[in-house]
Structure formats: structure tokens, C-alpha cells
């Protein structure tokens, strides 16, 4: 709670220095000629800035409360979550990885699209990034299990991955997020008031007397 407490009140400046650095780093690509990297660079400082934007809605209370609640789910629940969810991707895509060691391959048989399509999920990192997306919906990967060694180990390692990461880890982290939704708007004066005047305290004391 003090760790979160501390990112909070300093994230503002965290996202400054940040940025900033990112800025100078930019000006050194740009000066070796590396102009899209620095795209990369600007385009990441971009979503910075704007999100730092949101650190002058706190003194309203109602946004606020929303923008202390999104912190508080990013360094609490969704940091949970990606622990969890990483560790699973990683054991899954390390199995089916393993499953397609010694896989058959029908050249004759696949079009040119599956053929890439698999070529390319046959390294480890590859694999874990596909996951990823099976994460997010992209569930069919018939082509894919049908040329590992064992299809049968392969989709049974599948499903339960699906299980797994679309019902189970993704009802967990919006059973999370809405506790501490609850929390937060149980006790609005507790979560909202004392995070605005330190805000309001830290300001004023930067002023000089006479600005007092």
C-alpha cells in the first residue's frame, strides 16, 4: 500500500523524466540518422504525455476518483494478472513448442498461407506471441495443431489454455478490477480527498510567502 501510495504521488513526475529523456534520446537518433527508431521513440512518448494528461483531472472529483481507481487496477490488479498470465503462456507455448519437435509437414497438401503460417510458429517466441492472441479471441489453430507430432496432446494442451486464459484468468482480473471499483466509490472521501490535498499541499509548497 505505501509503495503504491509512493508511485502514485510521484508518477506525475516519473512520466516527466520519462518523457523527457525519451525527447533527448530522440534527438541523438535523429542526428545518427535513425529516423525510424525515432518514430518508434515519439510515437511510445505520445501515449506518455497524453495519459500524463490525466494527473489535471484529479482535483474534479468524480474524474479523480476514476484516475486514482485506473492507477490502482494498473499497479495492483493488472500487475497481478500479467505475473499469472505470463507464467501460463509461457508453460503452454513451451509445451506446444515441444508437441511440434519431429512434426509432420505435407508440403503437398497445405496451401502457401498455412505453409508460412506454420513456418513461422516453429520457434519458441513465436509461439508464445500466438497465445497471445489466442488470449485475445483468435481461438481456431486447427492448421497448426494438425502438424505437430501429437494433435491429439497438442489440442487437448490447447483447450485447456483456452479454458484457462479466456474464462478463468479473464473473469479473475475483472472480478479484481471491480473490487477494487467497489472499494474505491464506497469511501470517495478516503480514496479521493487526502490524494487531492497532498496534491494541493505539494503545489503550495513550491510558492513563495508572498504568492501565499
Same mark, same amino acid.
Given at each position: 500500500s505505501e509503495k503504491v501510495l509512493f508511485?502514485?504521488?510521484?508518477?506525475?513526475?516519473?512520466?516527466?523524466?520519462?518523457?523527457?529523456?525519451?525527447?533527448?534520446f530522440c534527438a541523438f537518433l535523429r542526428?545518427?540518422?535513425q529516423q525510424n527508431t525515432e518514430l518508434d521513440v515519439l510515437a511510445i512518448v505520445s501515449v506518455v504525455i497524453w495519459c500524463n494528461i490525466l494527473t489535471c483531472f484529479v482535483p474534479f472529483r468524480f474524474f479523480g476518483t476514476m484516475v486514482i481507481t485506473?492507477?490502482?487496477?494498473?499497479?495492483?490488479? =493488472?500487475?497481478?494478472? *500479467?505475473?499469472?498470465?505470463?507464467l501460463i503462456n509461457? +508453460?503452454?507455448?513451451?509445451?506446444? %513448442?515441444?508437441?511440434?519437435q519431429g512434426g509432420n509437414f505435407p508440403q503437398d497438401e497445405m496451401s502457401q498461407e498455412e505453409l508460412k503460417c506454420v513456418g513461422c510458429d516453429a520457434y519458441f517466441g513465436s509461439m508464445v506471441l500466438k497465445l497471445v492472441w489466442v488470449s485475445l479471441g483468435e481461438t481456431e489453430q486447427t492448421p497448426l495443431i494438425g502438424v505437430t507430432r501429437n494433435p491429439?496432446?497438442?489440442a487437448c494442451l490447447h483447450?485447456?489454455? =483456452?479454458?484457462?486464459? *479466456?474464462?478463468?484468468?479473464?473473469?479473475?482480473?475483472? +472480478?479484481?478490477?471491480?473490487?477494487? %471499483?467497489?472499494?474505491?466509490?464506497e469511501d470517495v472521501e478516503k480514496h479521493w480527498f487526502f490524494p487531492y490535498a497532498d496534491l494541493v499541499l505539494r503545489y503550495e509548497s513550491k510558492l513563495s510567502q508572498r504568492q501565499k
Open positions: 508511485l502514485y504521488k510521484n508518477m506525475s513526475s516519473l512520466l516527466d523524466f520519462f518523457s523527457a529523456l525519451c525527447i533527448v542526428a545518427a540518422g485506473i492507477h490502482k487496477m494498473l499497479v495492483g490488479d =493488472v500487475a497481478i494478472f *500479467l505475473v499469472v498470465y505470463i509461457v +508453460a503452454f507455448g513451451l509445451a506446444i %513448442f515441444i508437441c511440434m491429439g496432446l497438442a483447450i485447456v489454455f =483456452v479454458v484457462l486464459s *479466456l474464462i478463468l484468468l479473464l473473469n479473475l482480473i475483472i +472480478a479484481m478490477m471491480g473490487d477494487t %471499483f467497489q472499494k474505491q466509490f
